[in-house]
């Protein structure tokens, strides 16, 4: 990565090496998702971001966003407090092909807060492809509750820039535990019903926002 970035930088002086490094992982990536080139030791990262920075999804974070997912998940399973709502139990939603098949058709858009690499925070929305200017919060996960609320506070702004004007939450009640309430509660999310027994005998609880 390092050759090919300094090759680039020397052809394109005027553009500052950070940027241009992370456009040719970036590259690698789309061509690795391609079947184009197969990795062959420790995939390239950048290291230079020391801070917590929000952004959405790119090429580079599937996999380590399918693993970041997976984990929250199984801490989960031992944590009645966990600060993790994945709607779903079948994992192969969220193999990194599936998360990025479904991120670059709009089916399912990602937000992350990463700090160098790594993901510490994932939000997700629905519905961005549609006109109708309501999304759903599909899945949310992170390493505490105030990093949450800034991706989120993040995400929202993106939204608001592609005029959507509402936001809505679907839980079942027995995902629900008093982290998620409270955190549901700060992201300004108010409960607008309960459908009794709507899904398998358990009753759903639909959240909302109106953002714009």
């Not at 090759?7 to 040719?24: C, F, H, K, R, W």
């Not at 966003?65 to 984990?71: G, P, R, Y």
């Not at 996960?141 to 929202?156: M, P, Q």
Request: net charge negative; aromatic share 8%.
């Amino acid at each position: 990565v390092e050759e090919i970035a300094t090759g680039m930088s020397d052809l394109y002086p005027e553009i500052d090496q950070v940027t241009i490094a992370d456009d040719v992982i970036d590259c690698l990536y789309n061509l690795k998702y391609n079947r184009i080139i197969t990795w062959k030791g420790v995939k390239p990262k950048m290291t230079h971001d020391l801070t917590s920075t929000f952004g959405v999804a790119g090429e580079r974070d599937f996999g380590d966003l399918s693993q970041f997912i997976a984990q929250k998940v199984e801490e989960a399973k031992s944590n009645d407090q966990s600060l993790t709502f994945v709607p779903s139990k079948n994992p192969v939603l969220y193999r990194d092909i599936s998360i990025r098949t479904r991120h670059f058709n709009l089916v399912e858009v990602f937000f992350l807060a990463k700090k160098s690499s790594d993901i510490d925070a994932v939000i997700s929305f629905s519905g961005l492809s549609e006109s109708h200017g309501v999304v759903a919060l599909n899945l949310l996960s992170g390493l505490d509750g105030g990093l949450i609320e800034n991706l989120y506070t993040y995400a929202e702004q993106q939204l608001v820039k592609n005029n959507i004007k509402k936001i809505k939450l679907s839980i079942l009640a027995y995902q629900e535990n008093g982290a998620l309430k409270t955190t549901f509660g700060q992201l300004g999310l108010v409960k607008e019903a309960v459908l009794k027994r709507e899904v398998d005998g358990h009753d759903l609880h639909i959240y909302s926002k109106f953002i714009n």
